[in-house]
């Protein structure tokens, strides 16, 4: 390959590493890519880092040694995510959203890939240094959540059934009692989707009681693993006393009011 | 701000670009976010193409006009789409992976963002001329396939479920009959979930009969909308007849043998 300027390299560099969030790639691999000496490359990387820096577009991390390289980190930003979470907030309590029964219309929100990215960037940023396994969600409305964090964590995704399936070959299952409905669920997962002795981060769409995540800490159990975060896009005020007592929360949902027509949603971050 | 130099602006571009995909961004966004002359930008983005275009990185497009400007398109090019597609059939081929009744365990795969991202890419490769309003799947296990489509293509996803859910409201409901085992199923959608006079593309990880494809073209219909693309990871050789006779396969499966432990599984992709 013929030489390439400066600006090539550097434009090469950035799709290459943020394609691949939270890789590690060896400084060797792009100075055969690019047939450049280490020395350019460490500037190329020098003057990469400065970029994303300036502009909020992430970090570009260096680690030296043998085992060393760079890797690009998904990091957004506190003002951005500021920003996110106000227009999430925003967006959610809209008033045509309150449906029958006091629920909240949202799949549009949680199925939108412009939205669902950024939220799972801000669940990668916030638990990027744990070193999970993977992250585990149950079925239905948390799975593109969840697939958008094990993305930018660059770990492998499990998704807990509702039952048993054919297609997965056998199963643990347990039983566990919801914490709002008090009703008797279940909850599924093929032994053959996590290796003994993984850490695992939850993720979810939406929190109540906190019932869902005692099963899954359950489940993990069963495989001899752990659940070692919890982030949600939503959790309610109410009950206070939820079945866990640490948690990453975007959004808290104050209460609906369906005959006043109103949402009252806290932006902002909590974890107590 | 003060002045960037071009590598700067380069790297900026391509990142910003990339973490929209199939958007587009105005001419002025650029020159107002550098604060440099439009002439100059143009000269970032020729160069900018020459580089993704010499390191198989996808497209970037200029659209000219008073309504033009720049947007960057995840394509990833025949010799790329090959390799994933060969090595999702070695994966998948590993006699391991045979469930009793002859079945294909392969949800560690379809849940792998590393692998599932590339997937998502080659279907939005596919179908990025027809602008399709949404991409819809069925849950659960062609949801994470679904949304990486969905991102890459920029639009919404929709999620048809199962049954009806208290949380999206009043939904329209269907049943039909499995075309493998001719049982009735039901699919539910609320009824927000997508505007009259939508064009979709149907994702899925798995296509045997294609009764699943059918019960979507009418539950379309009830929307007044209608399915103009299918798309799945892997098809099955038999029924060489099934319900829909126009889709795009990455994997056809020609049998799993369980008695011999052999999974026949042809790379390379069809149009039937």
Do not use: H, W
């Not at 990091?75 to 995510?81: P, V």
């Not at 999430?88 to 939205?115: E, H, Q, W």
């Not at 949902?253 to 107590?272: A, M, R, W």
Request: hydrophobic share 40%; glycine share 6%.
């Amino acid at each position: 390959m013929e030489k390439l300027q400066r600006n090539e390299r550097i434009a090469a560099l950035i799709k290459i590493l943020s394609d691949q969030p939270n890789q590690l790639f060896t400084f060797n691999f792009f100075v055969e890519s690019f047939n450049c000496a280490k020395s350019t490359l460490s500037e190329d990387v020098e003057i990469l880092k400065g970029i994303v820096e300036r502009f909020g577009l992430g970090v570009v991390e260096t680690i030296s040694g043998a085992a060393g390289g760079v890797k690009y980190l998904p990091l957004i930003g506190q003002d951005k995510k500021e920003e996110i979470i106000y227009r999430l907030c925003k967006d959610l309590s809209d008033p045509t959203r309150i449906l029958s029964g006091g629920f909240l219309y949202m799949t549009d929100i949680i199925y939108n890939p412009a939205v669902i990215d950024n939220v799972g960037k801000i669940f990668a940023e916030q638990f990027i240094t744990k070193n999970f396994n993977y992250v585990v969600t149950v079925e239905t409305k948390g799975i593109p959540i969840a697939m958008m964090t094990a993305k930018y964590l660059n770990v492998p995704l499990i998704i807990v059934r509702r039952d048993s399936k054919v297609t997965e070959g056998s199963s643990v299952n347990i039983n566990y009692v919801s914490a709002s409905s008090k009703r008797i669920q279940t909850m599924s997962l093929s032994r053959r989707a996590l290796k003994k002795n993984s850490t695992v981060l939850f993720v979810d769409d939406f929190m109540k009681g906190g019932g869902t995540v005692r099963g899954i800490i359950e489940l993990m159990r069963e495989f001899e693993s752990s659940v070692e975060g919890i982030a949600v896009l939503i959790s309610t005020k109410e009950p206070e006393k939820k079945f866990i007592n640490e948690y990453f929360s975007l959004i808290t949902l104050n209460y609906v009011n369906e005959q006043e027509n109103i949402i009252d949603l806290i932006p902002g971050i909590k974890i107590s």
